[in-house]
């Protein structure tokens, strides 16, 4: 059995985790294809090291890696660390990382907010889903603009097809 891996952290304002993990108990094959794995670190700097560990270790195909950095100048520095990290970690494995990070300003509103944490939550855990077992249906999602944590821009019109 194949297992996909998720994990958050405790800096989060909203439990991220537990929504990827909700939307992949509802796929297809959840239980006999694949399983989902779970841990949680402190901050997002931490999360690279934990998803490295959980493709060595855990033998996970997949990692969704779900952080929520603050407003503050260092919190985006930090950020872009952690990104690097997460990077690094998917050349290091081979193996993808997905990262799923929900910036505290992307939204005043602390309910729209918590509706962009769930929305990208579950929707980059079909994606990692999908990754796995139905890569056509992201072959079929090829420049149509679809988003995650908001509405889908839609593909642009060209005059010249």
Not at 15 to 30: H, I, T, V, W
Not at 132 to 149: C, H
């Amino acid at each position: 059995m194949q297992r996909i891996g998720v994990v958050d952290t405790t800096f989060a304002r909203y439990d991220m985790g537990a929504e990827a993990l909700d939307e992949l108990s509802r796929c297809p094959g959840y239980g006999r294809r694949f399983e989902t794995i779970r841990r949680t670190v402190p901050g997002f700097k931490d999360l690279a090291v934990q998803a490295k560990k959980m493709i060595e270790e855990d033998s996970c195909k997949i990692v969704l890696a779900l952080g929520m950095p603050g407003k503050a100048p260092i919190d985006k520095t930090c950020a872009h660390e952690a990104s690097s990290g997460i990077m690094t970690a998917q050349l290091m494995t081979n193996t993808p990382i997905l990262e799923v990070f929900v910036h505290e300003d992307e939204e005043e509103d602390p309910v729209r907010l918590a509706e962009i944490c769930r929305d990208r939550a579950r929707k980059h855990a079909m994606n990692a889903y999908m990754m796995l077992y139905e890569p056509d249906q992201l072959v079929a999602r090829a420049g149509q603009g679809v988003r995650q944590g908001s509405s889908d821009a839609g593909p642009l019109v060209t005059a010249h097809r």
